[in-house]
Each structure stands twice: as C-alpha cells, then as structure tokens.
C-alpha cells in the first residue's frame, strides 16, 4: 500500500521556521520525483517545490525560493521541506505528492500518489 505521510506543520509566528517531513512508503522511492504543494483556503493548490530522488535536482516556484528548501533522506524514503522566513501568505495546508520520473516535475496531473497534508499557520 502507498502511503505518503506528511508531519510538522503548526502554528508559528512570522518569521518562524518550520521544517515539513514526507515520509514515503510502498513504492520504489528512488524511482519518483516528490513534490510539495499547498492549497490556502478559497485557492487553487500550488506546487511549491520538487526534488527528484534519482538525481537530486530541485525545483523551486518563484514565490518561494530563497525561503524554502527541499531535501531527500533516500535512506529514510523521506522528503523534508525547510521553510524559513515564514509570512502569514505561506498559511496553508501542504501536501506531498510523488509522480514516478527521474526529473523533477511541476505540473499537478502528474503525480501519482498524495498525502493527506498538514497545517502550516502563521501569525503575523
């Protein structure tokens, strides 16, 4: 069974940090790009950031980069999304999603499997 399992999400000031973990599960992990998302209330989801397991390459969208970084523990078939910098904006739920490719991939149709998301808060 494929599971993906995302932790860390909470409640944190501006300016907080956060580090999000996507623990996969049932699947050939080094075989998959894993990607981040986040849906706010009332807005489309947002792919946030990818990285692909089988060469490391990343992706950040624009209105992350410089605070957000995405890592792979392929021991641990776990991905990790350091978030600094936090701004009341980045309130949303975030998902992890996997989509089988060797390269990192943006567009939402093609990932696979989901994870059922955690909050990320912020006050301002």
């Known amino acids: 069974e494929v599971q993906l399992v995302e932790s860390g999400g909470g409640l944190v000031q501006a300016g907080g940090s956060l580090r999000l973990s996507c623990a996969a599960s049932?699947?050939?992990?080094?075989?998959?790009?894993i990607g981040w998302f986040r849906q706010a209330p009332g807005k489309e989801r947002e792919g946030v950031s990818c990285?692909?397991?089988?060469?490391?390459?990343?992706y950040y969208a624009d209105s992350v980069k410089g605070r957000f970084t995405i890592s792979s523990d392929n021991a641990k078939n776990t991905v990790y999304l350091q978030i600094n910098s936090l701004k009341p904006e980045d309130t949303a739920v975030y998902y992890c999603a996997a989509a089988l490719a060797f390269h990192v991939v943006v567009t939402t149709e093609e990932y696979d499997y989901w994870g059922q998301g955690t909050q990320v808060t912020v006050s301002s």
């Open positions: 049932g699947f050939t992990f080094d075989d998959y790009a």
């Open positions: 990285i692909s397991s089988s060469d490391g390459s990343t």
